[in-house]
């Protein structure tokens, strides 16, 4: 059993940028793919990207697309989320999540559900 612990959150202003990590620990993070996850107050959890495990696939939310960028380094059993031009409404408590399976089905890798394994999340605020 993997367990994850998000870190580099902060504040920053719009349009800066902030890199978070997820280490693993209990298990290799090369047997897992990992998802990114956010959750923003009075709103619902949302998908925001998707590394398989050998990090061949990679997928983003339409809102996120050319500015956030995963990434992992297995030999350091951690994952990244580069996020560039931030603004206002990435304002969220960030997640990263793994599959108990170590992959999710095709299509499905927005369903938080998919994901037995979560980290305690890491604050991003963007100030205007």
């Known amino acids: 059993q993997v367990q994850l612990v998000e870190s580099g959150g902060g504040s920053v202003q719009s349009g800066g940028s902030l890199r978070i990590s997820c280490a693993a620990s209990g298990d290799e993070l090369r047997h897992y793919a990992i998802g990114w996850f956010r959750q923003a107050p009075g709103k619902e959890r949302e998908a925001v990207s998707y590394?398989?495990?050998?990090?061949?696939?990679?997928y983003y939310t339409d809102s996120v697309k050319d500015r956030f960028t995963v990434s992992r380094d297995n030999a350091k059993n951690t994952a990244y989320l580069e996020m560039n031009s931030l603004k206002p409404e990435d304002t969220a408590l960030y997640y990263c999540?793994?599959?108990?399976?170590?992959?999710?089905?095709?299509?499905?890798?927005?369903?938080?559900?998919?994901?037995?394994?979560w980290g305690r999340g890491t604050q991003v605020t963007v100030s205007s």
């Open positions: 590394m398989s495990n050998k990090g061949d696939e990679t």
């Open positions: 999540a793994a599959p108990e399976l170590g992959y999710v089905p095709d299509g499905l890798w927005t369903r938080y559900w998919k994901y037995e394994y």
